[in-house]
DNA sequence: CGTTTAATTGAAAGCAGTCAAACTATGTGG
DNA sequence: CCACATAGTTTGACTGCTTTCAATTAAACG
């Protein structure tokens, strides 16, 4: 999976979108961390707690949650390996929401006081964590238009495309569609709907033959169609296409969607 | 206003959460800068836009919006005077949103390249923009939920004790309340309803005597039972008491929901 | 004082929610 | 190897919150 250091995986994510210089490589890979494996459904952290470590996600996959005072809950991120899930907290005093595994995982569990050392002291890492924030900060943002004022059938295909486009920039999707990490509840408390619509809204998708499913592998049958319903185009991902490392991974079905 | 540079308000702002020292301070103040006034529902940076400049609100109030391919639009935040709106895409090639004034407002714009600058050079601040970063992700998350969770009244409640803490933060709310800068047009792409139902929500929130409204000025009637209708709990806002700044211009009724 | 824009109200329709039952897949133990 | 338990998914029928459309009222403005 990874050569030296598992957290490679970071390098390589900050990477997509700033240039790092050598030291700057070195003093990310020279990081003291510790791996740790940790069962699905697993708290990374919770709200309310004080972070004392920033964990990357070497393998598998978690998601950010918050609860309302009904007990109602909303999922707002969804978190694949090389994501660093704590940098949200990097600087903040207490956790304003969950961090959660959504399969079984393998963190790399980092001092938070050594990644704030890194941000002071190499300006090309303090950009790059910048970077990383910002393109969050967008996904957050098409997020809360997906819920406010999309229709069920309109915002699971756009989630759905949105993940094929991440999954494929990792190397988690092929051709051939991808495996869709989440039970029917979890979509549900990510498009705010409920698990039992959720369903019906996909069982839409497949009947109008847009997408194929088998179990919880999700393939397209007709990706531009799929990305039209969905209302779907990737600019506020910013994977800069130009980047070497993303397009070999990337399927040219999904490429397609600019 | 402010004495010597209007970007004194973007130093106090990035004070609020972050220690600046005297040359950092120093540096910001001197940034080069253009005053600019922009009528109410004016763009400051479109969708698709390359940002070649980066503004700060000197007063009055912005938000940031996404369209969908219906027309429908969603408003993803609301910012106040001393907000550097710009922020998000600092280091990003492309908007992947609007910003526009809410109000007639008054902007200095710096060049995206000068604040990219500082934050290579001077680590407090590139950490207090970080820190600043952090809490607008914060603000998104919980707008999340607030879209996709919350019932019209929960919603609605959830904002106005929001916005009431975060203006009184900035001085401009009192105890008597404040003034809603906000059609219901606005309002409802805020929460993904319609004005319509806007509209008859706020009506029962004055019915159940939660609160007082006179035309756009909003009090409270009883603020401990509007946050609780709201579900409102102020931490995700990451407003440190202990602030001196903060104490004195927030009103004890405010203050009281933690 | 008419004109324009924003807010409100009413009635009807619709998308998604609720509740409960049936179904499917997987895994376990006898 | 099969019966049974478990967890997740799907389906049906009914309810309800919010939307839609249209009409009315109120406020703002020259």
Redesign the interface.
């Given at each position: 999976m990874f050569k030296e250091s598992p957290l490679e995986l970071l390098v390589h994510k900050l990477e997509t979108?700033?240039r790092l210089g050598e030291d700057d490589r070195r003093a990310l890979l020279t990081l003291p961390y510790r791996l740790k494996t940790l069962e699905a459904e697993r708290f990374i952290l919770s709200e309310?707690e004080v972070p004392r470590f920033s964990a990357v996600l070497i393998y598998g996959f978690a998601f950010?949650q918050?609860v309302?005072?009904?007990g109602?809950?909303?999922i707002?991120?969804l978190h694949m390996p090389g994501d660093p899930v704590d940098f949200?907290?990097?600087?903040?005093?207490?956790s304003?929401?969950d961090i959660r595994t959504l399969t079984d995982v393998m963190i790399a569990t980092v001092p938070r006081a050594e990644i704030?050392r890194l941000?002071?002291?190499y300006?090309?890492i303090?950009?790059a964590?910048?970077?990383h924030?910002?393109?969050?900060?967008?996904i957050?943002?098409?997020?809360?238009?997906n819920?406010?004022?999309?229709d069920a059938t309109?915002a699971l295909a756009h989630v759905l495309c949105e993940w094929a486009v991440r999954f494929a920039a990792q190397g988690l999707a092929s051709d051939d569609g991808y495996e869709l990490p989440m039970s029917m509840d979890q979509l549900a408390d990510v498009?705010?709907l409920t698990p039992v619509h959720v369903s019906r809204t996909m069982k839409t998708l497949v009947t109008k033959g847009l997408i194929m499913r088998d179990k919880r592998h999700i393939s397209f049958a007709d990706w531009t169609k799929v990305c039209e319903v969905g209302?779907f185009n990737g600019?506020?991902l910013?994977l800069?296409a130009g980047h070497a490392d993303l397009r070999e991974p990337r399927p040219r079905t999904l490429s397609a969607c600019r």
């Amino acid at each position: 999976m990874f050569k030296e250091s598992p957290l490679e995986l970071l390098v390589h994510k900050l990477e997509t979108h700033t240039r790092l210089g050598e030291d700057d490589r070195r003093a990310l890979l020279t990081l003291p961390y510790r791996l740790k494996t940790l069962e699905a459904e697993r708290f990374i952290l919770s709200e309310g707690e004080v972070p004392r470590f920033s964990a990357v996600l070497i393998y598998g996959f978690a998601f950010r949650q918050k609860v309302a005072s009904d007990g109602s809950r909303q999922i707002v991120s969804l978190h694949m390996p090389g994501d660093p899930v704590d940098f949200q907290s990097l600087f903040l005093d207490i956790s304003d929401h969950d961090i959660r595994t959504l399969t079984d995982v393998m963190i790399a569990t980092v001092p938070r006081a050594e990644i704030q050392r890194l941000v002071r002291t190499y300006p090309a890492i303090s950009e790059a964590i910048i970077a990383h924030l910002l393109i969050e900060a967008s996904i957050s943002r098409e997020w809360i238009l997906n819920v406010g004022r999309r229709d069920a059938t309109t915002a699971l295909a756009h989630v759905l495309c949105e993940w094929a486009v991440r999954f494929a920039a990792q190397g988690l999707a092929s051709d051939d569609g991808y495996e869709l990490p989440m039970s029917m509840d979890q979509l549900a408390d990510v498009l705010g709907l409920t698990p039992v619509h959720v369903s019906r809204t996909m069982k839409t998708l497949v009947t109008k033959g847009l997408i194929m499913r088998d179990k919880r592998h999700i393939s397209f049958a007709d990706w531009t169609k799929v990305c039209e319903v969905g209302d779907f185009n990737g600019l506020y991902l910013h994977l800069q296409a130009g980047h070497a490392d993303l397009r070999e991974p990337r399927p040219r079905t999904l490429s397609a969607c600019r």
